[in-house]
């Protein structure tokens, strides 16, 4: 039968998550409680008691309270947790994982969701779910809902949310549990189809849907991954996870945000992953010439004076100078030349974006050309070579064609499919 596993304290929580059994196991599936609480009486006996969970983080609960410390009894009971829900999953009585929680609860819980395979259901209802989520999802499929009203009683707000979320996992688990299955690096591995990860964002989709066809067209499957910071940052850990022949890897607009704090930065260790497991990679710079901040009335003062646009309501774009340009390929051509892999650089001579393109308002050949600059004198002296020449660990080649150019976007994957047959050796 499938089975529903629920996380949490039932110190502090004990009704709710009764109550939450309850509705599951009337929806029809088993239900394993784990219980996360330190402090107070748990409300009812868990299958995994606190601790068993504590053991598994070295430590007991009573150690915690003697410690008085809510930070350190949060972050032991989610390491505990996170092991005793493995231990779950790889005994086969885990089709589902539900958790209600405030801040603390919410971050023992998705600790222990966020160390399951992708695929497997997971739902976390959470007073947290309305802001930046980013620290409990991180690059996993967690799914968050709003708890409205805090995790305190069932109510005339609370019942519903809380009736909404057990429906939703007893139809997840059932459907786990019938067939569908978690997805780890040997499935994709495995598949009928050799798989390539590209970057896109709005101002890049011409080109890379050009990218993404001609690739379909040579027998691979393409996950577009949305530079978002959370896109690029889930990018470079399933990169790091050997799931992909190759990372095409196009738009680059998170790296720009990372140097000026621009709010869709993917952190400092965006484009390195590929490199640095050998993962053959055919990266361009597309969208580097822009910033991305958030609504015009949070734009830093000292970009108020530059080249701004209203992208849409919740993203202001700011124009990168000649002089940041310069510092991002110079950053570009030292990632690339760390790569323990093959790679090769695709220049869009004509355009960066569809805002930077020929005649569009972001068009500046002299940002362009630091860019471009910069990146090729950041990789001269480096066993690589420039202008197209083979026979090097870097390839530079200058596409006369803006990005969304479907002759570049078709180039593009053209190069990446002959470096994946070509399969050179890894660096060392």
């Excluded at 969970?53 to 809510?70: E, M, N, S």
């Excluded at 596409?399 to 660096?427: L, T």
């Amino acid at each position: 039968m499938a089975t529903v596993v629920l996380v949490g304290t039932l110190d502090t929580k004990g009704e709710e998550y009764g109550w939450l059994r309850e509705r599951l196991i009337d929806g029809g599936v088993d239900v394993v409680v784990v219980d996360t609480g330190v402090v107070g009486r748990p409300r009812f006996a868990a299958d995994v008691p606190r601790e068993e969970v504590a053991r598994a983080a070295g430590t007991d609960p009573a150690a915690l309270r003697a410690q008085g410390d809510r930070g350190t009894a949060v972050t032991a009971m989610a390491r505990g947790a996170a092991e005793a829900v493995a231990r779950l999953y790889a005994s086969g009585r885990l089709h589902c994982v539900l958790a209600i929680g405030g801040s603390g609860g919410t971050s023992i819980a998705t600790r222990a969701m966020r160390g399951l395979p992708l695929g497997v259901p997971k739902l976390m209802v959470s007073s947290m779910a309305a802001g930046n989520v980013s620290p409990y999802v991180g690059t996993t499929d967690i799914t968050m809902m709003y708890s409205v009203v805090d995790i305190a009683g069932i109510n005339s707000v609370s019942a519903p949310v809380f009736a909404n979320a057990a429906d939703a996992a007893v139809g997840m688990a059932k459907g786990f549990a019938a067939g569908r299955r978690a997805l780890g690096p040997a499935d994709l591995a495995a598949g009928e189809r050799p798989v390539v990860a590209t970057s896109m964002a709005g101002v890049t989709t011409p080109g890379v849907d050009a990218a993404r066809a001609r690739l379909t067209e040579l027998g691979y499957e393409v996950l577009v991954f949305h530079v978002s910071g959370a896109g690029g940052r889930t990018l470079e850990s399933l990169a790091g996870q050997g799931l992909f022949a190759g990372v095409l890897d196009l738009t680059l607009s998170e790296l720009a945000d990372d140097l000026t704090g621009g709010i869709l930065s993917a952190g400092p260790d965006r484009l390195t992953a590929a490199g640095h497991h050998g993962v053959p990679q055919v990266v361009s710079l597309g969208a580097l010439d822009m910033l991305k901040f958030g609504p015009p009335d949070t734009l830093p003062a000292a970009m108020r004076d530059r080249h701004v646009l209203v992208h849409n309501p919740s993203i202001t774009v700011v124009r990168t100078t000649a002089e940041e340009c310069a510092e991002l390929g110079r950053r570009v051509a030292a990632k690339l030349r760390a790569a323990a892999g093959p790679a090769e650089g695709c220049v869009p001579l004509r355009g960066l974006s569809t805002l930077g393109g020929p005649g569009g308002p972001y068009h500046d050949p002299a940002a362009d050309a630091a860019l471009f600059g910069a990146l090729r004198e950041g990789l001269r002296g480096s066993a690589v070579t420039v202008t197209g020449l083979r026979g090097s660990a870097v390839t530079v080649t200058d596409i006369d064609a803006d990005i969304n150019d479907a002759s570049f976007g078709r180039a593009a994957a053209d190069r990446m499919h002959r470096m994946i047959m070509q399969r050179p050796a890894v660096r060392t």
